[in-house]
Structure formats: structure tokens, C-alpha cells
């Protein structure tokens, strides 16, 4: 039964995922008990991640689950979290149900360690974030650290209050990690995906079983790379890593707005919105979704920073968003070692996102299809450009003024597929273009 629920047609694949890759633009949250030290364990700065601190500063088991009982985040207002992420233009939305430390944050009845039975809060936010992502128009999707639980003996992951010697993970997998996926996929409605991490020492058959509970339950929902095995709907680069060059197939982008998932009170390294904007033109260039994280703090709040530049991603996106949402990969492969340009795609469409402005004219490189019109994105009325295209090279005239002080997109009608010249390299003859492996990487 197992094996069937594995096998499906690649129609049925592309159905499942339409919503996904027409969305590009993601929310992550990681939220839970490591909100309380936000980094700072007894007057320590503990360095690294926020959500690693009980490993990091190897807190004791009994030690770190008393902070349950001063989670009391009165500030938390799902409604809130869900207009902000819809105003960021991000159209799912991921949060934590349960990270490595093991504690969750939602009413679980298979352990007693999570948010309703532990916390003065005694309230389950995640049923008030589905309700408001519901309404929102947003997939609603967890997280779930199904490997690594350093709250239980059996898990993987704390080496400071377990023996490994005695550790009998199929007893945690069987008694924790799939009865607590059985109660997401059953208590929160329809999910968007399930979102698994660091899949270590699982074995093949126990990542087919939680797949089989999945399918099972949600034959909708999509799961991560990180289930382990490559049994995964989509392709999971690194933390914060960005490929070089164009990926095939579906795949995704975790990254942070600062140093930190979890929140970190001493992590003020926000990266700017012209660097956040250009992660997300360069992601989706290249074929991939950007699932941006923010880190609320134990009071429930969303740091000021981060919704801040995310509200003028929104902002970007209300004017843009059509060279986002919904396109495709760029055919100028041999383009991407620079940081001036991106280009996505639509059929019958090229969107050069341009990062920087050029003086009178914008040469795109080597195409070879005819163009049948050229406009600014930002320009209500589509007003077209003087385009002057010889063999192989396009102009496209441009206004002095740029109208985004970032990235403005300029839209070209081409007829046909992209036709794009290889551009002769050292040892190797040009040609048509169609397959060029990865090069060269911008700088992240
Ligand atoms: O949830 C976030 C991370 O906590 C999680 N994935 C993202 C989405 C993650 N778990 N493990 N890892 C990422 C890789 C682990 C890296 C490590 Fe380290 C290097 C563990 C110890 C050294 C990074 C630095 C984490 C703690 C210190």
C-alpha cells in the first residue's frame, strides 16, 4: 500500500504542485521556546543559530523545558502575521510546529510538552494562524523537525543528557514523530506542504512511511527535499544557498532576513531590501521559490526590521509581481556572474529586471527571436519603447529616469521560444544555446 501511494503520474505531480510553483515567494517563522533567551543563555551570548541554543550552550533537558512555563506570548495576533505576509506579496506560509528542541507549539495529545499544556498561553496559535491564513488566501504549511528531538531520549540530536548506546529511534519515530504528523495533517485543515528537516540517520522505509501518512491523509500536500532519500516533492538547497546558474526541476531556497531563524535579540545584521529583492529576482531567475524566514519574539511580535523590509518587497512585488509569480527560468545562462540584470519568463515573454540603470540604452545579449514590443512593467499605460534589434543583439531605449530606485522591470513580446546565442568561450565553439552547467556565482 505504501509502494502505490508512492507512484503517481507526472500529471497528477504537476497538479499538486501548480500552486507551488506559481508562488515563488514563501513565509517562513520559526517560533517557539528558544524566543525567551533569544540567544543569551545566564549572561552568555550562546553564538550561532537562536533555535540551536539548547544545543549550543548544552542545556540540560529539565533545565530548558522549565522556560514553558514563562512562554506567554500575549502579543501574538495571527491575523496580524497573516496581513503581513499577504502584504509582502508571499503566498504560503511555513511555521514550526516543532523544532529540534522538540517542544510543541501547538495542542499535542501525544506529549505533554507543547504550548497548550505547558505554557500560561494555553492557547494553540496554530489553529488562529490557519483560520487567518484560510481567510487570507494563504497555504497554510508546517514545519516538523522529524529526526532530531532533543526533548526525547530516543531522537536524534542531544548528546549532552542521552547515551546513543541506548537510544532506540524506531521507538521515538513510532511513538512521537509520526502520531504528532498524523495530528497536523488532521487538526489544522488542508495543508500546503509539510516542510521536514535534517533527515540524518532516518532510514529509507521509515521516510516512505511518513510519506505513505502524508498521502494518506493529504494526498494534496507537498512535501519537502529534507524528508531524506530523495523521496521529497521538490529539491532543498542549502540554508541560505543559492545556486550559481539555472536549476532544473522544482526546488526552493530557505534563507533569513538577518544571521538567525529562531529570534536573537543581538542579531541586528539585516540584510537590506536591495539585497532581499535581489535574492528573490535571482532565485526565481534560476527556477527556484524563496522561503524567507522571520523570527518573532517570545512576546509573539514580529521584529520591526523584518516587517519593514518585507512590507516594501510587497510594495515591489504590487507593481512587478507579474514577472514573479507564475514564470519561469531565464534563457540567459551565460548572464548570471553578474549583478546587473535577471531575466524571467512567460511564454511569449521576456521580464529584464534591471538593477541597474543604464545611460540611453539596455543591450540584451544574443537574442535571436523577434521582438514585437518593449515597456516598462511600472507604466500603466504600456507606452512602448524604441526597440532596435540586428542580428543577434537587441537595444531597447529606456527613459532617463529608472521608476523603481531598485530593480525596474522592462517586458519584452518576443515571437516564439527564446532563441539565445552561446556566447564563444576559451576551447569551445558557439552555437544555439540550450544547455549551459553552472559557471559562475554572483555574489550572495
Ligand atoms: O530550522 C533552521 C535550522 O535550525 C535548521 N534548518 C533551518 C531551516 C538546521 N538544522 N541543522 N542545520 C540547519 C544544519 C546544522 C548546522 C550546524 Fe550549527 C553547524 C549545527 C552545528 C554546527 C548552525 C551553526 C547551527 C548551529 C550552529
Redesign the pocket.
Known amino acids: 500500500m505504501a509502494q502505490n501511494q508512492l507512484v503517481e503520474s507526472q500529471r497528477q505531480k504537476d497538479h499538486r504542485l501548480g500552486w507551488w510553483r506559481e508562488a515563488k515567494f514563501g513565509m517562513?517563522i520559526?517560533w517557539g521556546l528558544y524566543a525567551i533567551p533569544a540567544g543569551v543563555w545566564k549572561g552568555q551570548e550562546i553564538?550561532?543559530?537562536g533555535?540551536?541554543i539548547m544545543?549550543?550552550a548544552r542545556i540540560p533537558v529539565r533545565e530548558y523545558e522549565q522556560l514553558a512555563k514563562q512562554f506567554n506570548p500575549v502579543k501574538f495576533n495571527a491575523e496580524e502575521w497573516v496581513r503581513l505576509a499577504k502584504e509582502a506579496g508571499m503566498k504560503y506560509l511555513v511555521i514550526?510546529a516543532k523544532?529540534?528542541d522538540g517542544f510543541a507549539m501547538y495542542d499535542s495529545k501525544v506529549s505533554d510538552y507543547d504550548i497548550v499544556d505547558a505554557t500560561p498561553f494555553a492557547r494553540d496559535p496554530m489553529k488562529e494562524l490557519a483560520k487567518a491564513c484560510q481567510k487570507a488566501g494563504i497555504k497554510f504549511c508546517f514545519?516538523y523537525?522529524h529526526v532530531?528531538d532533543w526533548h526525547h531520549p530516543d531522537a536524534a540530536g542531544n548528546t549532552w543528557d542521552y547515551d546513543p548506546e541506548k537510544q532506540n529511534f524506531a521507538r521515538y519515530f513510532e511513538e512521537k514523530a509520526k502520531p504528532q504528523v498524523r495530528e497536523l495533517l488532521t487538526q489544522y485543515g488542508p495543508l500546503g506542504l509539510l516542510w521536514f528537516?535534517?533527515p540524518r540517520n532516518i532510514s529509507r522505509e521509515q521516510g516512505e512511511e511518513m510519506v505513505a501518512l502524508v498521502r494518506q491523509l493529504q494526498p494534496y500536500c507537498i512535501i519537502n527535499g529534507r524528508i531524506g532519500h530523495g523521496l521529497g516533492d521538490y529539491r532543498q538547497m542549502g540554508?541560505n544557498q543559492i545556486p550559481p546558474n539555472v536549476v532544473e526541476g522544482d526546488w526552493e531556497t530557505?534563507a533569513t532576513i538577518n544571521d538567525t531563524?529562531?529570534y536573537k535579540k543581538n542579531d541586528h545584521n539585516w540584510k537590506p531590501v536591495e539585497v532581499l529583492l535581489f535574492k528573490l529576482v535571482d532565485i526565481v531567475s534560476k527556477g527556484g521559490n524563496y522561503l524567507l524566514?522571520v523570527g518573532p519574539t517570545a512576546e509573539g511580535i514580529i521584529p520591526q526590521p523584518s516587517g519593514e523590509r518585507l512590507l516594501a518587497l510587497g510594495r515591489w512585488l504590487k507593481v512587478n509581481g507579474e514577472a514573479i509569480y507564475g514564470t519561469g527560468p531565464t534563457p540567459f545562462r551565460q548572464h548570471l556572474n553578474q549583478t546587473k540584470w535577471r531575466c524571467t519568463t512567460k511564454p511569449g515573454k521576456l521580464y529584464l529586471h534591471l538593477f541597474e540603470w543604464p545611460e540611453g540604452t539596455f543591450e540584451v545579449p544574443g537574442l535571436n527571436n523577434p521582438v514585437k514590443r518593449a515597456y516598462l512593467l511600472a507604466d500603466p499605460e504600456h507606452k512602448p519603447l524604441a526597440v532596435v534589434q540586428t542580428e543577434g543583439k537587441v537595444g531597447i531605449t529606456l527613459p532617463p529616469a529608472a521608476p523603481d530606485p531598485i530593480c525596474s522591470v522592462v517586458v519584452l513580446e518576443i515571437k516564439g521560444k527564446p532563441e539565445v546565442t552561446i556566447l564563444p568561450l576559451p576551447q569551445e565553439a558557439g552555437g544555439k544555446y540550450r544547455e549551459v552547467p553552472p559557471r559562475s556565482s554572483p555574489p550572495n
Open positions: 517562513f520559526h553564538p550561532g543559530v533555535e540551536w544545543n549550543r514550526t523544532h529540534h514545519y523537525s532530531q528537516d535534517t540554508d530557505p531563524w529562531g524566514n
